[in-house]
């Protein structure tokens, strides 16, 4: 049996084994990243498993973790799968509402929470959720004079398992067997953009099937660089910071936080790279900040190197001529190097987008810089890998090609249907939902529509929309709403924009500013504000976002031209149900909260 085929578990104590001292995981303290080995990752996954044994944790039940990305995370969820525990992560962005639907739609007897906020999250619901016992807390600051019954601190449990281990080594190791091939490994919440979320179970088949895939395109190896930073409730994530870092032996970074992950780049400038659009536009964005801040020579060169590099983005490396080798390496001396520098991606071997659409001059742009970014397509209930661009020399939009042992087709109204081992168990209590999701002959049905589009090496996908969010004009044509949306977000000033076009004459939209660049734009222009709704009530800035607006509509369609706008006052959060924790839209929330605004657009 190769390495890549044993259970998650085992491929831990295979390096904990052969490599005991490289460095597995790496988290900063106080400034300084410190790293933990392979054997100290085995260790303590081991010792926290056992520890929720000593807990009264059965195998099959459910542990969640309610916490930001740290090794804590990590090493807890080894052990809940060690001891054949499930893992259910939350959203930390999660009000507290929220966390008690989750908790009580996983049935989980024991949670895992990051330090005070997420325990006061559970301790505000915890009445309600008579299943729950037993809370365990990573950072216990602020807990000294809470009520400890039922709450245990992280390292508390570690030495419990250590005990236990010491007390009588033959049961702790019949405890910690492999789990079988077909048990549950991963409880994985839906996002909730078009109803309440949905619990979907994964098996250790389905997770190795979709790491093994992945890995296929990517060609992570021992030694690699990544950075952890998107929340580990996503599957997406755990493809990128366990399951595949595991299964090849690569080294796993936690950045300090969403805001710093920019920062984390520049200092490990990692192999490998994963970032929803959102991130790439972000990055992006503060290339442009950069660039404007310095002014002079350097903004001329930029411009002038990207003017003179615009034909290279289309095709791939490998098919460019002599002429643009050599252009591209004279800019890359003078400007692009210290481009790749400022977002930390120099070393970066792979690239990946996914988790939503990302505008085409986003993609071009960067594989301009010499960042050539692959797409990929998967979702929750297939494991998270579905599709991924082969090389560089794909078309700028598709999501590439199946990986190996995936099933795919498009059904006649163009759905994307999946088929094969990464397609998970089904909704956890929802055997309704599950049928709908799967059908009699095996096949996922995605919901999101797709075509085929011709690539140098073949037929490969590019998506189209959610099949739900595909809109119709009142003159009966037919609207890709995130084509105009991704369009739009490609301006660093603008970092949201909801289109509403359905049953409507025209096209309108309600647009997020982003509020760092605008705001530095208009100290720029010497604009006085003196918060986010000031800064969007300005004229100057309407006039601004009038001009991006403008210059988006020139390059579409007459049918998808937005014609009337609205810019929101406030930036759109989780906590009043307007996106989900992944940040995407809820559009029906949306629409119903600004119904008022929305009417007054078609007036």
Sequence with gaps: MTLESLPLPQQLLHWAEITPDATALRQKEHGVWKPVSWAQYAERARSFGLGLLELGLRRGQTVAVLSENCQ????????ISMVGGITAGVYPTSPAHEVEYLLE????PIIVCEDQEQVDKVLAVRERLPQLRTLIVIDDRGLRRYDRSGLHDYDDVLALGRAAAQRDPAAAAAATRAPAPDDTALIVFTS???GRPKAAMTTWRSLGAAARGLNHMLGCRTGDQLVSYLPLCHMAEQMFSIHIPVSVGATVNFAESLRTVQEDVRELSPQIFFGVPRIWEKFHAGIQTKLREAGGLRLALYRRAMASLAGVADKGRAQWTFGERLRWGLWYVLILRALLNV??????????????PIAPE???????????????????????????????????GTVGVPYPGIELKLADDGEILVRGEVVFRGYFRNPEATREAIDADGWLHTGDVARWERGPSGDELRIIDRKKDIMITAGGKNITPSEIENALRFSPYIKEAIVIADRRRFVSALIQIEFESTSKWA????????????????????????REIAAVNARMPQVQQVRKFHLLTKELDHDDGEVTATMKVRRKSIGEKYADVIESLYA
């Design 523 to 546: 100290e720029e222009q010497g604009l006085v504000y003196t918060h986010f709704r000031s800064l969007t009530e300005l004229p100057d800035v309407r006039a601004l976002i009038e």
């Design 362 to 396: 986003i993609l071009k742009a960067f594989r301009t810089l010499g960042v050539p970014i692959r797409e990929a397509y998967g979702l929750t209930e297939a494991s998270g890998a579905t599709t991924m661009q082969p090389g560089d020399e794909s078309p700028v």
């Design 192 to 194: 909730g953009s078009t």
């Design 105 to 108: 739609l996983a049935e989980a």
């Design 343 to 356: 977002v930390g991606l120099r070393r970066c071997r792979v690239a990946v987008s996914s988790g939503a």
């Design 72 to 79: 804590e995370w990590v090493c807890a969820q080894l052990g």
